[in-house]
């Protein structure tokens, strides 16, 4: 009978356990979609303007979000692409953009890809600069 009663104890902890484990879990992905949580830089490939708009596209996912942010200065213009997890998906791949305004003409300002610029050495690293060339046919 002792056994018996020692057995159920084991299997009784071990399944208070899994349910604490689980929820940690369900509460470390649900936070993370509230606020900046799961936002993350991602690089960008091409870009359109058109009047004092600047977008950008880029790779995720159906179930992703992106959005951008602009850095403008005299000499050059940075734009940074974000995507954000908006739940669980499957691994497929969607073409994402996301639009900027610019306060001042782009004029023969280089255009630089603001996640490439974080992961290089290089504060104008030229492998970051996104040409006109790159918006031919359009996005």
Same mark, same amino acid.
């Given at each position: 009978m002792r056994r018996r009663t020692a057995d159920v104890w084991v299997g009784a902890i071990g399944i208070v356990v899994l349910i604490?484990? &689980?929820?940690?879990?369900?509460?470390? &992905?649900g936070s993370h979609r509230g606020g900046d949580h799961g936002r993350r830089a991602?690089?960008?490939?091409?870009?359109a303007v058109t009047g004092d708009r600047l977008r950008v596209e880029f790779e995720g996912s159906p179930c992703d979000t992106g959005t951008a942010s602009l850095r403008e200065q005299p000499d050059r213009v940075v734009v940074t692409a974000y995507l954000k997890a908006s739940g669980t998906c499957v691994a497929l791949a969607a073409g994402l953009d996301a639009e900027v305004r610019l306060h001042a003409p782009l004029g023969s300002r280089p255009v630089y890809d603001g996640a490439c610029l974080q992961r290089s050495d290089t504060p104008n690293d030229p492998a970051c600069v996104r040409s006109a060339h790159d918006q031919a046919g359009g996005i």
């Open positions: 604490l484990v &689980a929820g940690v879990l369900l509460i470390r &992905a991602t690089t960008w490939s091409r870009y």
